[in-house]
T-cell receptor
Framework: DADVTQTPRNRITKTGKRIMLECSQT?????MYWYRQDPGLGLRLIYY???????NKGEISDGYSVSRQAQAKFSLSLESAIPNQTALYFC????????????FGSGTRLTVV | AQSVTQPDIHITVSEGASLELRCNYS??????LFWYVQSPGQGLQLLLK??????LVQGIKGFEAEFKRSQSSFNLRKPSVHWSDAAEYFC?????????????FGTGTLLAVQP
């Protein structure tokens, strides 16, 4: 099993729908992150969480929300999806004790039509 | 503000040739620097990282990178490229500790390898 698992791997949804992307990890890391990747823009940080009670906005949080249900689970929601949220979404984890070396999930490709 | 610049969007090299991917960063404190590789349809894999010490860092798959503080650069190199190295490469900068403990990524360099 992968250390960081994202579900679903691919999703097509309609404009205005609510959608949740899920991330779970078996690394035992305390920190979790959501990034989106767009061609030519690299990875941009949406939200991050340093522990279960800590949630922080990243550079592009508008239109998104997150929930840290447990140390191992961090979900990203799009309350009302719009086409410009079509992107590849990555979850990542890191460990306070060992530094910033992220472990990434395999990504969720989201298409909003 | 922190930023990372990868000036080359696309690079094509011949198999067996040497490779250098450029990365420049802007960061007010001592940076922590990373290179990641993303193969098609895959997540990002850590190639190497620099925290402190020797400025020449060895990574996986035969890659190395050199930190040059005076030039604010952290260029990735490989002496002989293999076809399997075709992928997208991302440089990232961050800090360890405190509220800034997160990575900022460059826009990536897409590497193509010619036979």
């Amino acid at each position: 099993d992968a250390d960081v698992t994202q579900t679903p791997r691919n999703r097509i949804t309609k404009t205005g729908k609510r959608i949740m992307l899920e991330c779970s990890q078996t690394k035992g890391h305390d920190r979790m992150y959501w990034y989106r990747q767009d061609p030519g823009l690299g990875l941009r940080l949406i939200y991050y969480s340093f522990d279960v009670k800590d949630i922080n906005k990243g550079e592009i949080s508008d239109g998104y929300s997150v929930s840290r249900q447990a140390q191992a689970k961090f979900s990203l929601s799009l309350e009302s999806a719009i086409p410009n949220q079509t992107a590849l979404y990555f979850c990542a984890t890191s460990d306070t004790r060992t530094g910033l070396g992220y472990t990434f999930g395999s990504g969720t490709r989201l298409t909003v039509v | 503000a922190q930023s990372v610049t990868q000036p080359d969007i696309h690079i094509t090299v011949s198999e067996g040739a040497s490779l250098e991917l450029r990365c420049n960063y802007s960061y007010g404190a001592t940076p922590y620097l990373f290179w990641y590789v993303q193969s098609p349809g895959q997540g990002l894999q850590l190639l190497l990282k620099y925290f402190s010490g020797d400025t020449l860092v060895q990574g996986i798959k035969g890659f190395e990178a050199e930190f040059k503080r005076s030039q604010s650069s952290f260029n990735l190199r490989k002496p002989s490229v293999h076809w399997s190295d075709a992928a997208e490469y991302f440089c990232a900068v961050g800090a360890y500790g405190g509220a800034t403990n997160k990575l900022i990524f460059g826009t990536g360099t897409l590497l193509a390898v010619q036979p």
